[in-house]
């Protein structure tokens, strides 16, 4: 045996390793063992190659690479799941390899762990950086459910199925399933049809018991789907004798002749004064028809009464282009018109600085009662217009802002709105009228006869702007539209009053769960109807970029919606303002990503008259998809040359959350540019907002930025008038006595068909029709919903369309006895 130290070895230098033999001898001889070797052993620190962590899917195949650190001996390569030793021997899933690499080759949920490579020979061991390998699953929808039955009972509606994401649910970060969760069909309801009674029959023969008989069918219509039977009688039984025929079947043969003489004359007298009578009352009927007639001017189903007599007015202005923008690059056209819908807006003083007098109004009025004198074929008027002028007689119907402020506003408020809320107030009794909050798309039409007589109520409109407080727990739920609250809340009204509120919604019932939610006492908010169910307790009708709700009951309500799917889509408007900067030299360009209703630019324009910006280019409108996709600004195009801006500032980016998740809030960004010389007046840029993989829009900016320009060029005029409620007949569109005959005759079941079902149906408002069975008057209602549809035009032609409509359709129907009236119009 032979010690040998460490020492020994490092101090040997020769051509090949330290190395010891033994040599054994004896007189015959010597013989010689092999060499055995020494070596320092080591083993470095580093691997050579650490193992990666990855992602695969469930029964994907995982392999994990590991090359130790060089040493002395060789180390020996272990491998270590969550620190517990990985038997490869008893898992046959499990493959470890000479080359040190791990295989697993299906990957199942348990295989999830952090793995990490263990190196070891006689000097020391050492371990690698771990590696976290996730087994996740993709989501996979699970079998559609049955379809569910026809949400309403009669007419068109819908019916859903649904599917869920669970088969298997997705794990551990896998896909969730791409496609629709609910599918939704249209289906058609078949109606109850009540039973109408036919003409009665001839009277039968004179029996020998002194009677005559008549009978009538159940067959005009027959009852079908559940519908009533016809009320009444149907058969009828008379003395055919009058009276002359005694009760045991012998006729009074044996009265004295005197006597059958004067019952003779009797009759003879009876029939004579009940001629004169009918006579009489048939004249003082046609009377007062005629004199009706004369009021009125034409019959309801005549067209004419609101295509012609009550047609919208046209103004015809000198000055045409768009009053927002600071340099139009369109040059006016004087010849064009321009229409403004009845009724007429009215400005105050307070508006002169944003919207000039204009300096001479034609308006021509087409009258079917002109034509049909033969007096022209139009009348034509010059007026000129002065902005303090209202026409007489209007004064009382019409209250402007400032008159509010100063009458109607409680003392405790403030003169000035303040952040959390914008407010009107009217002061309505049983003649109705209609709230307006100016350039917010949002108004109350209270009808008439819905306050009770010798009643009045001081009511209000109110637009929280505080954000998110309609906020719900339910991450997917957006604002649609402003929240809005009416009342007092103890008013009482006989029918509902119809509140409009604008909306930026692409309104799609495949991509879109839209549903109208009212805060409770607690300040929570509940849901009160999802616009496609049918339901009595409201009605909502939904239009491009409107929501038009019928309401009974006072409160606070908003609009809010759920995608259904990623191309659910939102509108945003687009505005890109100007104004000088912090110094001489700046200028400052910001544009605004706001959601599409009238209330939500207003804040825009508020924020932007404080900061002296003025509109640049005309407002445009970008379709934003729910795909989890950012919107990029980018300014493009600019003289570089001439303007200067700081690198790596010209494009900005908004998350997706902020701007799907905005609530009506503005989302803005700026770009500050610097002028080389105080020589360039102009600048000429473009901007593109875009989604990433989505629409674009371009706002083409081309401005002045001297200073002596730069002063009381007003970038925004209201669109709205400054009239904020009206009272009385001039709130409505349909005059109030052609509304009364309407009602008249559509209310009153018909045996024809043309009832208030047909009403609402040429006027296309084909579902929920339970609400309105249930009203005291139907027709009145859906009048009422029209009026709200409609508020904005003005025009009444859709009404008198539909009305000759069901005229011509009542025209064509089957000849009916002579007993029966030509119309029921007539």
């Known amino acids: 045996m032979i010690n040998v130290s460490r020492q020994q070895v490092e101090d040997f230098h020769g051509p090949e390793d330290y190395w ?86 299906e990957a199942r949920l348990s295989d999830s762990g952090n793995y990490t490579c263990l190196a070891t020979n006689i000097v020391a061991k050492r371990r ?94 027959a009852p079908r789907h559940g519908g009533k039977l016809c009320e009444g009688a149907g058969q009828a039984a008379e003395n055919c004798t009058g009276g002359l025929c005694t009760q045991n079947r012998k006729l009074l043969h044996d009265v004295e002749p005197q006597s059958m003489e004067g019952t003779n004359d009797v009759a003879l007298y009876s029939g004579l004064a009940a001629g004169v009578i009918a006579v009489a009352v048939l004249v003082v009927a046609v009377t007062l028809y005629r004199k009706n007639q004369s009021d009125y001017g034409v019959d309801v189903i005549d067209s004419s009464a609101l295509t012609g007599g009550f047609q919208s007015f046209n103004f015809k202005t000198t000055r045409q282009g768009n009053p927002l923008l600071l340099n139009s690059s369109i040059q ?6 321009r229409t403004y819908s009845s009724p007429i807006c009215f400005q105050d003083s307070m508006d002169k600085e944003l919207f000039d007098p204009l300096p001479d109004i034609k308006v021509k009025v087409q009258s079917s009662f002109m034509v049909s004198l ?14 303090e002028t209202f026409p007489r007689g209007l004064q009382r119907d019409y209250s402007t802002v400032e008159s509010r ?7 405790t408020a403030p003169v000035t709105p303040s952040k959390a809320e914008l407010r009107t107030v009217g002061i309505f009794g049983n003649l109705g009228g209609r709230l307006v909050v100016p350039n917010t798309g949002v108004s109350l039409l209270v009808p008439h006869g819905a306050i009770a007589e010798d009643t009045s109520w001081e009511m209000y409109m109110i637009i929280n702007q505080e954000e998110n407080s309609a906020h719900t727990d339910e991450g997917c739920e957006i604002l649609l539209g402003p929240e809005v609250t009416y009342g007092p809340l103890g008013l009482s009204l006989s029918c509902p009053v119809a509140m409009t509120i604008a909306h930026c919604a692409e309104v799609n019932g495949e991509n879109w769960n839209i549903r109208l939610k009212r805060k409770r006492h607690d300040n929570k908010w509940e849901e009160v109807m999802s616009v496609e169910d049918e339901t009595t307790s409201c009605y909502c009708l939904m239009d491009s970029h409107s929501c038009h ?74 379709l934003f998809k729910g795909t989890t996709f950012s919107l990029q600004v980018s300014i493009q195009d600019v003289p570089q040359f001439l303007w200067n801006i700081k690198p790596f500032t010209t494009c900005q980016e908004f998350s997706f959350s902020q701007v799907w998740c905005s609530n009506q809030q503005p989302l803005h ?100 029709l339970s609400y309105f069975a249930k009203q005291r008057s139907p027709s009145a209602v859906i009048l009422n919903l ?41």
């Not at 272990?78 to 490869?88: H, Q």
């Not at 669109?719 to 509304?739: E, L, N, Y």
Request: charged share 25%; aromatic share 8%.
């Open 20 to 105: 010891c033999l033994c040599v054994a001898w004896s007189h015959l001889g010597t013989s010689k063992s092999r060499k055995a070797t020494v070596r320092i052993a080591y083993l470095r620190k580093n691997f050579e190659q650490d193992p990666q962590g990855k992602e695969v899917p469930i029964k994907g195949m995982i392999v994990l690479h590991c090359r130790p650190p060089e040493g002395v001996p060789v180390a020996g390569v272990e491998w270590l799941k969550n620190e517990e030793l990985v038997n490869s021997v008893t898992d046959d899933n499990i493959d470890t390899r000479a080359d040190h690499n791990l295989i697993i080759n």
């Open 128 to 221: 690698s950086a771990t590696a976290t390998v996730v087994v996740f699953v993709n989501g996979g929808w699970s079998l559609w459910t049955e379809w569910s039955s026809c949400n309403v009972r009669c007419g068109r509606g819908v019916q859903k199925r649904s599917r869920t994401c669970t088969n298997p649910a997705p794990l551990n970060g896998g896909a969730f399933c791409e496609g629709m969760s609910m599918q939704k069909i249209t289906c058609n309801a078949v109606c109850p049809v009540d039973g109408g009674w036919e003409e009665w029959s001839e009277w039968t023969v004179c029996s020998p018991d002194c009677e005559r008989q008549r009978r009538r069918e159940c067959l005009a219509p």
């Open 332 to 337: 006016p056209d004087l010849t064009g018109g």
């Open 374 to 387: 033969g007096v022209a074929d139009r009348a034509e008027y010059h007026v000129k217009g002065h902005p």
């Open 405 to 411: 402020k100063k009458n109607l506003l409680t003392p």
């Open 549 to 622: 709700l019928l309401l009974d009951q006072p409160g606070s309500y908003a609009l809010v919606g759920e995608p259904l799917t990623e191309v659910a889509v939102k509108r945003l408007k687009l505005a890109a303002f100007g104004s000088m900067g912090a110094s001489f030299m700046e200028y400052s360009l910001r544009v605004y990503c706001v959601d599409d209703t009238p209330h939500a630019f207003q804040e825009v324009v508020a924020t932007e008259t404080g900061k002296g910006g003025q509109l640049l280019e005309e407002p445009k409108t970008l």
């Open 669 to 768: 960004c700026a770009f500050t540019l610097e002028r080389y010389s105080p020589a360039t007046t102009q600048l000429s840029c473009k901007i593109s907002v875009r989604q990433v993989k989505g629409h674009e829009q371009i706002l083409q900016v081309y401005t002045s930025v001297a200073e002596s320009e730069k002063e009381s060029i007003p970038f925004f005029t209201q669109a709205d008038c400054t009239v904020t409620s009206q009272m009385g007949p001039k709130a409505f569109k349909i005059p109030f006595s052609i509304r009364q005959r309407i009602c008249a005759t559509f209310d009153t079941a018909n045996a024809k068909g043309k009832d208030w079902q047909l009403l609402a149906q040429k006027l296309h408002i084909e579902r929920n």
């Open 786 to 826: 029209w009026e709200a549809q409609h508020q904005d035009n003005g025009d009444l032609d859709s009404l008198a369309s539909a009305l000759e409509e069901i005229g011509r359709i009542h025209s064509k129907s089957p000849t009916k006895s002579p007993e029966e009236p030509n119309s029921d119009f007539a």
